[in-house]
């Protein structure tokens, strides 16, 4: 497929990203899953490096990367100007761009530029689906250089379930967490409503016109304590508006889940395992050939299952 035109479509963020409530989301869900984002960019960051970082959000991320590569060596881009100035307010040497990434070919501020590094977590999912491939594409294509590496993370929401803090291994049907999980289909299968929970899981697909050698790795962690189970009770607070605009439930309802959602967060015996995510490194340079360049690190049984389906 050639880069020439883009599909356009208005990327509207379902939480509301303004809020103090998303943005203690976000605190929570990167004390969780930074160390094994960290742990795939450092060895992309070993030597002086351009960097670009789409949909950083609060900056817990990018602040991390700009103090590896410096930052006038980081670039940001995100589509609330919120979070943009705050990076600014941070990171007053860097480039941050207000944009959305769907856009990433019309922006001024990136016109003739190219980076090392590509790194974009948790924000394909709010994009339009038919523009995912292309974007990537995009991106891959037009902003990163020979030998960059392109680093996507996403999540799989379906694989959320509750289990006994004694054994790991056993799913527990708690209704509200049924509930919830319906709700998150209700939403993404709304008119017009640009959500895609379940995007991690075929993530690898998305990459599949792109001239790469691919690696995957997956991760999901457990939620144990009262302040990580407390995570989608805030999604539910910070989603609230945009769920009642759309009025895929009452507000008795989203505010009855809400509330069960919290006593499951007090309760000690419960545990979660949260949104599994699947991060792709793609890496320019290097032919994509199935049969050899083509490589993939199938570390846990889910993925195994997966690759041997084709997924
Ligand atoms: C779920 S948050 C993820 C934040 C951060 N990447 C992280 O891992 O903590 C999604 C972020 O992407 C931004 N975003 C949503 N749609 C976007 C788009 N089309 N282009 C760029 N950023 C977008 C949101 O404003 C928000 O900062």
Same mark, same amino acid.
């Given at each position: 497929?050639?880069v020439?035109?883009t599909? =356009?479509?208005s990327?509207?963020y379902?939480?509301?990203?303004?809020?103090?409530?998303e943005?203690?989301r976000l605190k929570?869900?990167?004390?969780?899953y930074?160390?094994?984002t960290?742990s795939?960019?450092k060895p992309?960051?070993q030597?002086p490096?351009?960097v670009?970082?789409?949909?950083?959000? =609060?900056g817990?991320i990018g602040?991390?990367?700009a103090?590896?590569?410096g930052q006038i060596n980081? =670039?940001?881009?995100?589509t609330?100007a919120?979070?943009?100035?705050?990076l600014? $307010?941070m990171l007053?040497?860097?480039?941050c761009i207000?944009g959305s990434v769907t856009d990433?070919?019309?922006?001024?501020?990136?016109k003739g530029?190219?980076?090392d590094v590509?790194?974009?977590?948790?924000v394909? $999912?709010y994009?339009?689906?038919e523009?995912?491939?292309?974007t990537?594409?995009?991106?891959?294509?037009k902003?990163?250089?020979?030998?960059g590496?392109?680093l996507?993370?996403?999540?799989n929401?379906y694989?959320v379930?509750c289990i006994?803090?004694?054994d790991?291994?056993?799913?527990?049907?708690?209704?509200c967490?049924?509930?919830?999980l319906?709700?998150t289909?209700?939403v993404?299968?709304?008119?017009?409503v640009?959500a895609?929970f379940?995007?991690?899981h075929?993530l690898k697909?998305h990459?599949?016109?792109?001239?790469?050698e691919?690696s995957?790795?997956?991760?999901?962690?457990i939620?144990?304590?009262?302040?990580?189970?407390?995570?989608p009770?805030l999604?539910?607070?910070? $989603?609230?508006?945009?769920?009642?605009?759309?009025?895929v439930?009452?507000e008795?309802e989203?505010d009855?889940?809400?509330s069960?959602?919290?006593?499951?967060?007090?309760?000690?015996?419960?545990?979660v395992k949260?949104?599994?995510?699947? $991060?792709?490194?793609a890496?320019?340079?290097e032919?994509?050939d199935e049969?050899?360049a083509?490589?993939?690190?199938?570390n846990?049984?889910?993925?195994?299952q997966e690759?041997?389906?084709?997924?």
């Amino acid at each position: 497929m050639s880069v020439t035109s883009t599909p =356009t479509g208005s990327c509207r963020y379902i939480f509301n990203d303004e809020s103090s409530l998303e943005k203690e989301r976000l605190k929570r869900l990167n004390e969780l899953y930074n160390e094994n984002t960290i742990s795939l960019l450092k060895p992309c960051l070993q030597r002086p490096v351009r960097v670009l970082e789409i949909g950083p959000g =609060t900056g817990e991320i990018g602040s991390w990367i700009a103090k590896q590569v410096g930052q006038i060596n980081y =670039t940001a881009l995100d589509t609330s100007a919120e979070n943009i100035d705050t990076l600014r $307010a941070m990171l007053p040497e860097a480039a941050c761009i207000s944009g959305s990434v769907t856009d990433v070919d019309k922006l001024d501020e990136l016109k003739g530029k190219k980076f090392d590094v590509i790194f974009i977590r948790w924000v394909l $999912a709010y994009i339009p689906k038919e523009q995912v491939e292309f974007t990537l594409k995009l991106l891959f294509d037009k902003l990163l250089n020979e030998n960059g590496t392109l680093l996507c993370e996403e999540c799989n929401v379906y694989k959320v379930h509750c289990i006994t803090n004694d054994d790991a291994r056993k799913r527990l049907d708690v209704k509200c967490y049924g509930e919830w999980l319906q709700l998150t289909r209700d939403v993404q299968s709304l008119e017009g409503v640009h959500a895609d929970f379940e995007i991690g899981h075929g993530l690898k697909r998305h990459f599949a016109s792109l001239n790469a050698e691919i690696s995957v790795h997956t991760f999901q962690p457990i939620l144990d304590s009262q302040y990580q189970k407390e995570i989608p009770v805030l999604a539910m607070k910070a $989603a609230k508006t945009f769920l009642l605009g759309k009025k895929v439930r009452n507000e008795d309802e989203l505010d009855q889940l809400t509330s069960r959602l919290a006593e499951v967060a007090i309760d000690p015996s419960l545990s979660v395992k949260y949104l599994k995510n699947r $991060a792709i490194i793609a890496k320019k340079g290097e032919a994509h050939d199935e049969g050899n360049a083509y490589r993939e690190f199938l570390n846990d049984k889910d993925l195994q299952q997966e690759g041997a389906l084709g997924l």
